[in-house]
Nanobody, 122 residues
Framework: QVQLVESGGGLVQPGGSLRLSCAAS????????MGWYRQAPGKQRELVAT???????TYADSVKGRFTLSRDVAKNMVYLQMNSLKPEDTAVYYC????????????????WGQGTQVTVSS
């Protein structure tokens, strides 16, 4: 079964840094895109950063200049380096991937990790 597993969340003081990791595993033919979303209590889930094959990463305006997305295609992994963290970055961060199990599949399916908590507080 295809799955995504996140790690790297935790508690950090404002101005600090964290690095999130996400690993895709299982039967995978190809991955078109991998990225990160987040959801704070009482708010909608929002895009943080995504990396689509053949294109530069896309970032939410609120994290531009502070967060950096990177991918290790060979390892089916995606990372999110988060610097200059702010209290408003506090949320559950979810890994997302558009993956195809078979060459003959018509569509890329959307997969989600279980989420990792990031708390920015002094």
């Amino acid at each position: 079964q295809v799955q995504l597993v996140e790690s790297g969340g935790g508690l950090v003081q404002p101005g600090g840094s964290l690095r999130l990791s996400c690993a895709a595993s299982g039967s995978i033919f190809s991955i078109r895109a991998m990225g990160w979303y987040r959801q704070a209590p009482g708010k909608q889930r929002e895009l943080v950063a995504t990396g689509t094959s053949g294109r530069n990463p896309t970032y939410a305006d609120s994290v531009k200049g502070r967060f950096t997305l990177s991918r290790d295609v060979a390892k089916n992994m995606v990372y999110l380096q988060m610097n200059s963290l702010k209290p408003e970055d506090t949320a559950v961060y979810y890994c997302n991937a558009q993956m195809k199990k078979y060459y003959s599949s018509t569509y890329y399916d959307d997969y989600w990790g279980q989420g990792t908590q990031v708390t920015v507080s002094s």
